[in-house]
């Protein structure tokens, strides 16, 4: 079983939409969590973390971390063009050091 | 700007060739990651480093693979003898606040021919 699993899309939502991303995680001892936006050729770039449960706001974004079921999502509102990308979800274990696990990333097509 | 320059941004090599990044955090970031990615996978954890201590390597770093942070300010990463497999973009990230937030440099794009 893989740390961290997400799923892999493409998804595909109108313009204006709201995008909803998930990510699920193995270790019941997580505590942190994140977001990254990677563009095709670029590094992972940090947009939200999250680290107690229920919902967490930055702007168009919103993670929702739910400890219980050890599920992680974020949602994007008014969903842009340049919300194209993908969405990697990253988890630091309990008891893994500082060691991050990565999950393969959702990449997520906005349509105008 | 994340505060994390790389260099070379790309490199072509040839198998059995040694090759080094380096990876230039703001100087008040004491922590520092090493991360891998292949085409289509998400960052693979390399190595960690606290000041100029390395305190975690992953144990899927081979022995060709040796990191170092002299004096707690830039890093490198060399790879000795590469194989195509080693081909991916080598990433470096500062990490930050009580809960290790990650912020990565534009990476190192390696091919090994």
């Known amino acids: 079983q893989k740390e961290v699993e997400q799923n892999s899309g493409p998804l595909s939502v109108p313009e204006g939409a709201i995008a909803s991303l998930n990510c699920t995680y193995s270790?019941?001892?997580?505590?942190?969590f994140f977001w990254y936006r990677q563009y095709s050729g670029k590094s992972p770039e940090l947009i939200m973390s999250?680290?107690?449960?229920g919902d967490k706001e930055d702007g168009r974004f919103t993670a929702q971390l739910n400890k219980a079921s050890q599920y992680v999502s974020l949602l994007i509102r008014d969903s842009q063009p340049s919300d194209s990308a993908t969405y990697l979800c990253?988890?630091?274990?309990?008891?893994?050091?500082?060691?991050?696990?990565f999950g393969t990333g959702t990449s997520l097509t906005v349509i105008p | 700007d994340t505060g994390v320059s790389q260099n070379p941004r790309h490199k072509i090599t040839k198998r059995g060739q040694n090759v080094t990044f380096r990876c230039d955090p703001i100087?008040?970031?004491?922590?520092l990651y090493w991360y891998r990615q292949t085409l289509g996978q998400g960052p693979e954890f390399l190595t960690y480093?606290?000041?100029?201590?390395?305190?975690?390597k992953s144990r899927l770093l081979s022995d060709r693979f040796s990191a170092e942070r002299p004096k707690g300010s830039f890093s490198t990463l060399e790879i000795q003898r590469t194989e195509q497999g080693d081909s991916a973009m080598y990433l470096c990230?500062?990490?930050?606040?009580?809960?290790?937030?990650?912020?990565f440099g534009p990476g190192t794009r390696l091919t090994v021919l």
């Open positions: 990253a988890v630091k274990g309990q008891n893994t050091g500082n060691q991050f696990y």
């Open positions: 270790d019941r001892g997580s505590q942190s």
């Open positions: 999250i680290y107690s449960n």
């Open positions: 100087s008040e970031h004491n922590r």
């Open positions: 480093f606290q000041n100029e201590a390395q305190l975690e």
């Open positions: 990230a500062r990490a930050s606040g009580a809960h290790n937030e990650q912020f």
